[in-house]
Nanobody, 122 residues
Framework: QVQLVESGGGLVQAGDSLRLSCAASGRTFTIYAMAWFRQGPGKEREFVAAISQNGGTSYYADSVKGRFTISRDNAKNTAYLRMNSLKPEDTAEYYC???????????????WGQGTQVTVSS
């Protein structure tokens, strides 16, 4: 069992930056790949970024590539999503998830956090 708690969301203006954190507890964090997903108002949950167990490989959705950076600190059992140049279309509830593989498929992730809201005003 793994518990995930996201933090760092908030209300910002277009062009601003935020850093989301995902703190994990329970089973050893290092055995899991980790990802961020988001769900905007009236939209389906979508993949944002994923990172491998040792942090050596990362993947991004085209919509965030070049603006968002995923990272992890295994010593702190924490993963991060640095979001720069935020746009109103980035407004969503952001969720972190862990699983055996770093994939874009949400069904492959075993544990999910409760989410943190990011709202970007124009």
């Amino acid at each position: 069992q793994v518990q995930l708690v996201e933090s760092g969301g908030g209300l910002v203006q277009a062009g601003d930056s935020l850093r989301l954190s995902c703190a994990a507890s329970g089973r050893t964090f290092t055995i899991y790949a980790m990802a961020w997903f988001r769900q905007g108002p009236g939209k389906e949950r979508e993949f944002v970024a994923a990172i491998s167990q040792n942090g050596g490989t990362s993947y991004y959705a085209d919509s965030v590539k070049g603006r968002f950076t995923i990272s992890r600190d295994n010593a702190k059992n924490t993963a991060y999503l640095r979001m720069n140049s935020l746009k109103p279309e980035d407004t969503a509830e952001y969720y972190c998830a862990v699983g055996a593989f770093s994939t874009v498929d949400a069904r492959q992730y075993d544990y999910w956090g409760q989410g943190t809201q990011v709202t970007v005003s124009s």
